[in-house]
């Protein structure tokens, strides 16, 4: 039995870059002997063998030959080995792409294989951002999306992805090369719309939505949570009527369930659901903060208290408008806390509610 560090592990080494995770290649052996050598591995693949040790993946091979199952992988750069003995064996193409930076499938057939590529290479595409996707990767996504493969997949997998791209260090990347490959469908249809759809007036907007929307979510990168807020908070510009473009009247309003539908469609956690829709509702409205009403201040506050998302929230404002209310709303916020309805106010259903917003408002007026 042989094992050959594998993937993006060698990858990130040939690029003096971190190693996060290390996955193997096990070569000679069958499933009995590799579980006598690794008692404690369990068999997690469906398509071909492979295991987990201790969070770290054994795969079997895929083809024949070394030289085959560097080309079954998926992308040149990844299809790389290191044996126990620091000996490399690498792509024909790979150490060429790893120099000039470039994204290449690995065959011909290595998206058609598994289509699930072709988001992991937009994922790589976020990762990677110092690396460019090549015209032979752009056609061969093309070619899987023209095929409608990607209806195949499960959200599960394609979740996976979405999240690490949310991750990287350039989220935006991840919709630009899906969108460059004509690939958005049918996971991202709302981003389909939104290549024709102007992302508002002169002078405030010179792009279109997906434009707009990729370039907000790399000014968020480093808080996953808020890079999906940025992706989700202008959804609501795609039901725009064409004869009110450029404006987007109601758009924050409009994009809420659209947000939902999204995360529930993608499988995303629920704190990434409710933080999408908080994004569609109040980005418009707190981008606005100086200008808002007492009451209204303490509505969005304490919506955005409850669900987590007010430093998220104020982010994505300044990101989207350039604006920074994020350090006078977390004041508000703290002083508006303490407030307590007297003894005799309490328990009288929505008007309790009510007087507490009042007093609280009363606060922000005074303050």
Known sequence: MKVYLAGGAVRDLLLGRPLHDRDYLVMGATREEFRQTFPRAREVGRTFPVFLVDNMEFSFPRADSLDEELKARDLTVNA???????????????????????????????????????LRAARF????????AHAELIEAMREVGRDGRLAALSADRVVSELRKALESPRP??????????????????????????????LPYHDSDVLTHTCRVMDDLA???????MGLAHDLGKTLTPKKQLPRHYGHDLAGVPLAEAAALRLR???????????????????????????????????????SGTLSPLFKLVLADHGEDHGDRARKELAAILPVRLAPEDRNQGAQSGEKLRMLRAQVLRNG
């Not at 595409?125 to 460019?132: C, E, G, R, V």
């Open 172 to 201: 935006g990347n991840f919709l630009r090369l899906l969108a460059k490959a004509d690939c958005l469908l049918p996971w991202f249809p709302e981003f389909e719309k939104a290549r024709a759809i102007p992302a508002g007036p």
């Open 268 to 306: 995303m956690p629920n704190e990434y659901k409710n933080a999408g829709m908080k994004a569609a509702r109040w980005h418009m409205t707190a981008a606005r903060y100086g200008q808002l009403r007492p009451g209204t201040r303490v509505d969005m506050l304490m919506d955005l208290h409850l």
């Open 80 to 118: 790389q080995l290191l044996d126990e003995n620091g000996e490399l064996i690498l792509h024909p193409q790979g150490f060429d792409d790893l120099t000039e930076r470039v994204l290449r499938p690995a065959s011909s057939h290595s998206l058609t294989d598994d289509p699930l590529r072709v």
């Open 125 to 132: 595409a976020a990762q990677l951002p110092d690396f460019t």
């Open 222 to 228: 480093g808080n996953p949570v808020a890079v999906w």
